[in-house]
């Protein structure tokens, strides 16, 4: 039941946006996006909460189709500091709020200049 | 520094050698959470405490593993006879629950090798 990321890998330049989905097969109650660096710990971007509920990052943004069981998170005007592998952690509604995620295979974005 | 701190950063270990991680949350979060990562994988939840109770463990978390958060502060991860196979980035995160989106964040992990 882990959700499924795509796309797993993509190259940019700087300026140009990018889009990050996560699909589970299950209801979801939350989604939680994180970014990770080599070698770091997640860092939280974005949490997207069932009703629609949305809290993050000033220049990252991200939606929930809670019908589809699906997330994408949106990088506008990418930096070289958006690099990194974006992880999708995934709260089920039989899970709701306990903060046991289930976390994608992660999409590895790298930002050339 | 107010986040999540783990130590050690690093460890190396023979097989069947004990290990013990130590985990200190965020202050005043209540919820403390381990969860386990290998090179290439998103992080796999492995257990977690709200305050001293430790509400659910996962079916990767075999006998070999015991986690305790003994005051509801800091948190132990004991691994015995440790295998090749527990080679891992061991990650702790804390929130503060029930909050509204119950937003986790995580520590800088403790990385394990078993030789």
């Known amino acids: 039941q882990q959700p499924v990321q795509s796309p797993q890998a993509v190259i940019l330049r700087e300026g140009e946006d990018a889009v990050i989905n996560c699909s589970s097969s299950k209801a979801l109650y939350s989604v939680h996006w994180y970014r990770q660096k080599h070698g770091e710990a997640p860092v939280f971007l974005m949490i997207?909460?069932?009703?629609?509920e949305q809290k993050g990052h000033e220049k990252i943004s991200a939606s929930f189709n809670e019908k589809k069981q699906q997330s994408s998170l949106y990088l506008t005007a990418s930096q070289l500091s958006y690099s990194g592998t974006y992880f999708c952690?995934?709260?089920?509604?039989?899970?709701?709020?306990?903060?046991?995620?289930?976390f994608g295979q992660g999409t590895t974005l790298q930002v050339k200049p | 520094d107010t986040g999540v701190s783990q130590d050690p950063r690093h460890k190396i270990t023979k097989r069947g050698q004990n290990v013990t991680f130590r985990c200190d949350p965020i202050?005043?979060?209540?919820?403390l959470y381990w969860y386990r990562q290998t090179l290439g994988q998103g992080p796999e939840f492995l257990t977690y405490f709200q305050n001293e109770a430790q509400l659910e463990k996962s079916r990767l978390l075999s006998d070999r593993f015991s986690a305790e958060r003994p005051k509801g502060s800091f948190s132990t991860l004991e691994i015995q006879r440790t295998e090749q196979g527990d080679s891992a980035m061991y990650l702790c995160a804390s929130s503060l629950a029930p909050s509204g989106g119950n937003t986790i964040y995580f520590g800088e992990g403790s990385w394990l090798t078993v030789v």
């Open positions: 997207l909460l069932k009703g629609g």
């Open positions: 952690g995934t709260e089920g509604v039989g899970s709701g709020n306990t903060g046991k995620l289930i």
């Open positions: 202050s005043e979060h209540n919820r």
